[in-house]
């Protein structure tokens, strides 16, 4: 490897070593990162690599609220706001227990790359907090909200940061900060957090985007072997917001979901997710109760494997992870490989573990795609939001999605050309991460050195 890389590896290493998920992807981006790094010795000496994987912000707060039963809790919120070179911060929250400082760094390095791959100016971050949203009533999660943004509020604005939504946090999450935020700084500035509902100044398409986004991204990968997404067969792992946009544009276009697997086991629908009632009935699961998916196979009269994840499974095209990180480790991945299948389309952020990452790339038929580029949807539409706040329109489901596939197409075939370019071959894993770390360096080269 390059020795400007390793040397910045194995600082980062030793400088961080109790955070294994953010140690994850430093390694997986640089060591994508070499032809780049050899072709512009210049990087080096403006320490652009030591600079790109140290925050330029972090904060981490108290967050305390109390519950319906007049007892006080105190939780940890985080803000790490990675680089903001391209634009303002930008980038999800998330609630989830599993929430840390490296989860959030990890969050928040990948996001700088796939927001500079969107092609719009828009830097990145990631926030979150340890607090846990399943079974809280809807005023503790007010509550709780109210209280995150409280100290939150002074650390973003639309020029500075805009929050948005991810796991735990949606469309009613999203609602209660803004409305805090609008209450403390006394102004309606819709741009400051954006996945609003579409009354309060959000953009039509946004719960919808990342997934349309991943499914525009797949037709690209399919048009490129000469194939159609029409009759096509994908199993997945997640039915979260994402996956459930997954299902509802396969559906459209043709395609079916045979399997989506939940923290409870996985579903086999041989019909697929194939009607509008089966696509709400998910929503409504998911939203009386987001660990068990086994609902779907009763009232629909399909097979609930308990307690395993649909990977290995041969009667499909397409395999997409759409549930956490590292839900598919080296195990899984040779299932995966043996199956046959051809496809492998991250989505949620850092699904595969590096070496799993690897094994699937070595292997001669299939092809694998990132998440970085293929859930870049989503803070596309985030950011179009903002435009839309920006200029004090809202614009049409037709305009949103036009572009919205034109972003998804541009951020494909940029991929295959830089790797072409540097003699990579079809990667489209080191292609994106090289599109992505090109664009952020050339800002920050041209910005100076800080
Ligand atoms: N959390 C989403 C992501 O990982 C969306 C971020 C946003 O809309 O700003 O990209």
Known sequence: MNKYIERVLADTKAKNANEPEFLQTVEEVLSSLEPVINAHPEYEKAALLERMVEPERTVEFRVTWMDDNGEWHVNRGYRVQYNAALGPYKGGIRFDPSVNLSIVKFLGFEQVFKDAMTGLPIGGAKGGSDFDPRGRSDAEVMRFCQAFMTELYRHIG????????????????????????????????????????????????????????AVYYLVEALKHDGEDIKGKRIAMSGYGNVGWGIMKKCHQLGAKVLYFAGPDGYIHDPD?????????????????????????????????????KCWGVKDVDIYMPAATQNDVNLESAKKIAESGVKYYIEVANMPTTNEALEFLKSQKHMVVAPSKAVNAGGVSVSELEMAQNAERLYWSAEEVDAKLQTIMKNIYNNSVEVAERYGLGYDLVAGANIVGFQKVADAMMAQGIF
């Open 158 to 213: 639309q020029d500075i940061d805009c929050p948005a939504g991810d796991l735990g946090v949606g469309g009613r999450e999203i609602g209660y900060m803004y409305g805090q935020y609008r209450r403390i700084v006394g102004a309606a500035e819709f741009g400051a957090v954006s996945g609003k509902a579409v009354c309060t100044g959000g953009s039509i398409l946004r719960p919808e985007a990342t997934g349309f986004g």
């Open 272 to 308: 697929g997710v194939d009607t509008e009632e089966k696509l709400n009935f998910i929503l409504e699961m998911r939203a009386k109760d987001p660990m068990h998916c086994k609902p779907y196979a009763e009232k629909f009269g399909c097979e609930f494997v308990p307690n395993e």
